[in-house]
């Protein structure tokens, strides 16, 4: 059985970020989904959306991630 796991509302925080897929690779689990609000409230969105689209099977763009500029890259 295939374990994933969900994560949602880093608001640009990629000091968490980095530790939660740390953990996520200790544990075993490669299969992310995430459901957004990945940008935001902190300061590293751009950072946050770069791993999100490089360690996570889906992400979703929330409505915090709207604070980002439309032609960002990453997205």
């Known amino acids: 059985m295939q374990r994933v796991a969900v994560i ?3 608001h ?3 000091t968490a970020f980095t530790a939660v ?3 996520l690779r ?3 689990i490669t299969t992310v989904y ?4 990945v940008a935001g409230k902190g300061p590293r969105g751009s950072e946050c ?5 490089l360690h996570c ?3 979703v763009r929330g409505n915090w991630d ?3 500029p439309s032609g960002t890259p990453e997205w």
């Open 34 to 37: 995430n459901l957004g609000d």
């Open 57 to 59: 099977a889906v992400t």
């Open 12 to 14: 640009g925080n990629v």
């Open 21 to 23: 897929l740390e953990d």
């Open 66 to 68: 709207d604070f980002l």
């Open 8 to 10: 949602s509302d880093l």
């Open 26 to 28: 200790r544990r075993g």
């Open 49 to 53: 959306v770069r791993l999100s689209r």
